[in-house]
């Protein structure tokens, strides 16, 4: 049987040694809703270079990867990245020791998993105290491997991450991405998620309808619904530009899914996205009202990899990739900077999930005629975490 929405996420960072050495918001956002406004921040240009493109993508991967690597550095690599996360810089260690346990806490535990391993080549010196760090701070797992064997140790990691994302990405590196005489630590984290609905799609109400395509063209593509009593919302841009937000609630109500709809037909969804930030998110809260509605929303599969050096360097976080001014002079005597930061990721959704319950099944027998929701052209989508504010994944869907 389909899950109701699977969503999977790898990111990976490779150090290598030197050639020649062997928000808007009122109240202060939480450790979560930092890292997930970077995250948000690199998601939003890379929407942007792919305008026509379903892009899936995880801002709490990007802050993970990133707070893995921070015990390590020091001077301007390490402000580099306090700054872009907003973190404190006497050490955000312990907020975010808080925020990995509360993301893998026993009541999320069938819906989210998030794992981290640090793969260092045989010999090379790592800091005890980073390596202590990791593990407190994010179970992070530690492993050596021999980089010279370059197939091998693609063949290992690649065997990790399929296991921690239950099978659904069998790969994440290449052999070719890995330097024999240079590579040093690979740091990957991967985030499995699984959602039910709490309130199920009916399969028998799937039919296929016209999703008016990013690209201009119109497409029959499979279409949900269900009458059911939504979170639904009316907000607006800077400029003036007016989206629909609804709210999917996933089985636990610590979860849901956020749709974003410009509520002009002729408004992109390009011009909407850059306005998106947690503290954004965190408005909507005011603004979301329950109503009984019909949505229609279409099943969709996604799997996207994205490049994060560019954005990155973008937002300031620049010295980690420069073979030059690197400092990670707390992760190993050996001086080693960044060659290589990816993540990917894939999404599923369809109509699984939990039986409806009475609530609902009553409304189904309400007489009035309930207003329409129809996602048929192109939207974004958010997977929060509702008690940290964190964004698991978002994406933007131009094409079912």
Known sequence: MGLSS????????????????????????????????????????????????????????????????????????????????????????????????????KSNQDIVTI??????????????????????????????????????????????????????IPTLVKADMFNGALTRLVAVNAIYFKGLWKSRFQPENTKPRTFNGGDGNAYKVPMMSQLSVLNIGLASTQQGLKYKVIELPYHGNSISMLIVLPSDEDTPL?????????????????????????????????????DLQAPLVALGIKNLFDEGKADFRHLSTEPVYVSKALQKAKIEVNEDGTKASAATAAILLARSSPPSVIVDRPFLFLIRHKPTGTILFAGQINKP
């Open 270 to 306: 390009r011009d909407v996205i850059p306005h998106i930030n947690t503290a954004t998110v965190q408005s909507w809260t005011k603004l979301l009202h329950q109503r009984k509605v019909r949505l229609l929303l279409p099943k969709f599969s996604v799997e996207a990899e994205v």
């Open 6 to 105: 699977l969503l999977y996420l790898c990111g990976l960072l490779t150090l290598c040694g030197l050639r020649g050495v062997l928000s808007q918001s009122t109240s202060a956002p939480s450790y979560g809703e930092r890292g997930s406004d970077l995250g948000l921040q690199v998601f939003n240009q890379v929407a942007r270079s792919r305008p026509q493109d379903n892009v899936v993508f995880s801002p709490h991967g990007v802050a993970s990867i990133l707070g893995m690597l921070l015990p390590g550095a020091h001077g301007d690599t390490r402000s580099q990245i306090l700054t872009a996360l907003r973190y404190k810089k006497n050490g955000p260690y312990k907020m975010l020791r808080k925020l990995h346990k509360t993301l893998t806490a």
């Open 115 to 168: 794992a981290n391993a640090v793969f260092s080549q045989q010999g090379f010196p790592m800091e005890e105290a980073f390596v202590s760090s990791n593990k407190d701070n994010f179970q992070c797992e530690s492993r050596t491997l021999n980089f010279n064997d370059a197939q091998a140790a693609a063949g290992l990691i690649n065997s990790w991450v399929k296991n921690q994302t239950k099978g659904h």
